[in-house]
């Protein structure tokens, strides 16, 4: 029985219905979140099941691991993109790694595969990423910041009671089940669908670079990725990157979606690069590739034309 933490969220349901079809049987934890997808719904209760658990309170966790005799976990908690305090961040985040481990340590757990991202490489002037690259200590982001000190103590802490944790450095996601809107890829997506402009009223002018990039992967490789990392038996590393191994621009995102919607409009893009953007910013996926044989299975036009396709019987 396979515990993912942060279950009831983007990549966590994913991975959750990756693991599903593979056999395997999961608890998804929920503290206020609650939107099991309907592709998981006849697996309630044989295959998937649910617990409400508060990841910050170590009675809660032990609980929940006791209860479900979980075998392992995936941790997929991330910082909330808006949240009450800086001061409640690191309280959450780092008292629930604490328990997590603690409880991995205590019912001796064959592995914890922590949801870390390639945020840690911001500042990096330039890819693509390996994992054995120094990080820069400063950190220009709240994603970039935790996971950097999340992957630091957990590594230290894991080495001190002989643990099996590794961290999986996540590129940047789009696809179905994605909600925040936060990315330019879902709202993009999401415009073309309405037949409308994507608004970028929230950003610099309205505009966007059509120059900049990132490592955008479609969720069923990064589910998939996690499944296999998290199911080998035997690691070489603590360490992994999963990714598309490519770096993609926002005019190509752009000509991938009017590919799949002819006709599809953006008026938000302008030439050039943000002025911090690093260069060729995809991630190294040999390591992965090497000991799992983890290849992408989507490009980019295929995955903006599959999550397209989703879109347009699944409105959001």
């Not at 934890?29 to 309907?38: G, L």
């Not at 998981?40 to 609980?63: H, S, W």
């Not at 961040?89 to 604490?98: E, G, H, S």
């Not at 120059?211 to 199911?231: E, F, N, P, S």
Request: net charge neutral.
């Amino acid at each position: 029985m396979i515990l993912i933490i942060g279950g009831m969220g983007f990549i966590g349901l994913n991975t959750a219905q990756r693991l599903v079809e593979v056999g395997e049987q999961v608890v998804i934890t929920q503290h206020s979140a609650h939107r099991v997808p309907d592709l998981l719904n006849d697996k309630i209760g044989t295959q998937v099941f649910t617990a409400r658990m508060d990841v910050a309170n170590p009675y809660e966790v032990f609980d929940v691991v006791r209860r479900h005799k979980i075998d392992s976990i995936i941790n997929l908690m991330a910082p909330p993109a808006r949240s009450l305090s800086t001061q409640s961040d690191y309280q959450l985040y780092t008292m629930a790694l604490q328990n997590v481990l603690q409880a991995a340590h205590t019912f001796g757990l064959r592995r914890v595969s922590l949801g870390s991202s390639v945020g840690v490489y911001g500042g990096l002037p330039a890819g693509p990423f390996r994992e054995d690259v120094g990080l820069p200590i400063p950190s220009p982001t709240q994603v970039s910041a935790f996971k950097k000190g999340m992957e630091m103590h957990a590594h230290f802490y894991a080495a001190q009671l002989k643990l099996d944790v590794i961290a999986l450095r996540i590129a940047s996601i789009y696809g179905p089940l994605y909600y925040s809107m936060h990315n330019p890829i879902g709202r993009l997506c999401h415009a073309a669908v309405k037949k409308t402009e994507p608004d970028f009223s929230d950003r610099p002018d309205g505009k966007i670079f059509e120059d900049d990039q990132a490592d955008w992967t479609y969720v069923k490789d990064v589910a998939r990725g996690i499944q296999m990392l998290h199911a080998a038996p035997t690691l070489k590393h603590r360490v992994y990157n999963i990714g598309s191994g490519r770096a993609t621009s926002n005019k190509d995102i752009f000509d991938a979606v009017r590919k799949a919607v002819p006709g599809a409009t953006c008026s938000a893009l302008k030439p050039g690069t943000s002025p911090t953007a690093p260069m060729n910013p995809a991630t190294d996926l040999s390591r992965i590739d090497g000991e799992i044989g983890y290849k992408p299975e989507f490009t980019l036009e295929s995955g903006i034309a599959a999550y397209i396709e989703w879109l347009r019987t699944h409105p959001q």
